[in-house]
């Protein structure tokens, strides 16, 4: 085991390496920054998802469309891709 200094203001490494996984557990949730714990059912049910390569199409959008996502800004393209995607599941 690699010996770590413990500084003012940072990690006490010696003491996390003593912690158990019930301890780790309820700091955790005690912290309110801490992101929440995945529950084994999420875990079960989550899915991998590598994003898909892009084809670049060029098409006529009105103006007033094309407005209205590029004044949201930037990454107006992947929002009407969203869009679009979210249209073509809900079919």
Known sequence: ?????????KTDWN???RLGGAE???AAKADPDAAPVASSEWLRRAKL???QPKTPVSMRLDE???KWFRD?????QTRINAVLRAYVESR
């Open 72 to 76: 949201r800004g930037r990454g107006y």
């Open 64 to 66: 007033d469309i094309v």
């Open 24 to 26: 780790i557990r309820k």
């Open 15 to 17: 003491r996390l390496e």
């Open 49 to 51: 998802l590598e994003p």
């Open 1 to 9: 085991m690699a010996t770590r200094r413990t500084r003012k203001g």
